[in-house]
């Protein structure tokens, strides 16, 4: 099998000068790991299993199991409303509760779309809220259905801050990354230099552009974690454990928390939760960025995991991660046979196939 995939990964990421990927697999005692490709195509660094990723959305179970922690503390619950952390939001906006902003089915405005042509600095997660805070209304009634969101994980990160009196980015040092020893772990700040750090590319013809940051690059609780392979293993290690003895279905995700996508997925606490086709419960997710597509593949109840992170934003991932997942017997229910990576962004534009 080891074989199968080399062959695979190598044909898509074939060059070690251009950006690429690095893959990592831990699935019915087969545990594999592959790098290709540079972290910067101004220096020699290759890509390993300790280059730090930018994470885009895959960031947003980090946020998540912040809130959860908190609910755990009793600092809130899943009926708190919004309008407690945030007093300026109006009329509908303002009875969001923190569930709806969980699991994507608060129905509020997407901050892309009102960002406007005044906009020429990166936003923060403050300037997310200074956005939507003239809002009045919804696209639907908060739990009625599921409808992706940044704005709920941007909004969720500064309740976090709120709750704690520290900064989001500290707050995930001292909830996890510490305690998980994920050492070189941590959320972007333009003015803090990244460890081991790939920068993103997109594909342009036959060449590669700069392509690390844009004008929403610096919202951290949608998705600002930058970690390696090697770390984000320890993160999927303590999740497991925290899953021992546990109920998987009743208790981390909380039914009330759960919310359908379409068929037997649901979304809860920044995963989306399905069946793999014995039945199994599979958590998923993927992340993009400008210069960055990642996808995670988890079963929380033995730690198994797929994940690819690459530092250049083609869809070349889809392909590989479907091939891989091929040649490891998985599929997933409820995608009709799509590409995992293609299904989920198809979903995070509000086109779910």
Known sequence: MADQITQIFT???????NPGAVVSINFKGFQFIKSSGVT?????????????????????????????ELIKADKLTLDTRISTFFPNLKGKVGEIKVQHLLNH???????????GDQIKQPLSDADVLRIIEPSETLFFE????????????????LIVEQLTGESYANTMKTMFFDPFNMKNSLLYDVNRKIPNRAYGYHPQKDRFIFADQSLTSST?????VYTSASDYQKWLKNLKKEMKGLNVEEDY????????????????????RGLDSTNEPIWFHSGESTGFHNI??????TGEHVLLFSNRDDLLIAEVF?????????AVQGIDNQQLFTWLSNVYANQIP
């Open 296 to 301: 995670v593949l988890f079963y929380p109840k």
């Open 220 to 224: 951290l609780g949608d998705g600002g």
């Open 11 to 17: 044909s898509a990421y074939p060059s070690g000068t």
């Open 322 to 330: 479907d091939k891989i997942m091929k040649t490891l017997g998985i």
């Open 40 to 68: 910067h195509l101004e220096t020699p660094n290759r890509i390993d299993a300790k280059t730090n990723f930018r994470m885009a959305s895959v960031s947003k179970q980090f946020t998540a199991k912040a809130i959860h």
């Open 142 to 157: 908060p739990g009625s259905r599921f409808r992706y969101s940044n704005t709920a994980y941007c909004l969720l990160a």
């Open 253 to 272: 995700l909380n039914r009330l928390n759960s919310m359908p996508v379409k068929g037997p997925i649901t979304y809860s606490y920044g995963w989306f």
């Open 105 to 115: 089915s608060s129905g509020i405005a997407d901050y892309e779309s009102h960002m």
